[in-house]
C-alpha cells in the first residue's frame, strides 16, 4: 500500500529528479562560494544592499511554488 502511494504521487507531481537537480546545484554553489580564494574578493556594497533589501520582502510568492498537496483537502 505505502509502495503503490508513493508511485501515484511521484506520477502526480514534479518530473523525478527535479528536486535533487535543484540540491545538488545549490551545493555546488556553496561549495564554490566557500573555497577561500572565493571568499577573498570584497563583495560590492551595492550587491549586499540590493540581497538584503530582497531578503526582507515577505515570501507570499513561495506559496505558488510549493507542493501540490494539501492537508486541508
Known sequence: MAQE?????????????VDRRWLSMLIDAMEQAARPEIRDIPCDAAVISAVSAHLAQPASGLAHHGSAYSLRN
Do not use: D
Open 5 to 17: 502511494f508513493q508511485t501515484s504521487r511521484v506520477q502526480a507531481g514534479r518530473p523525478q529528479g
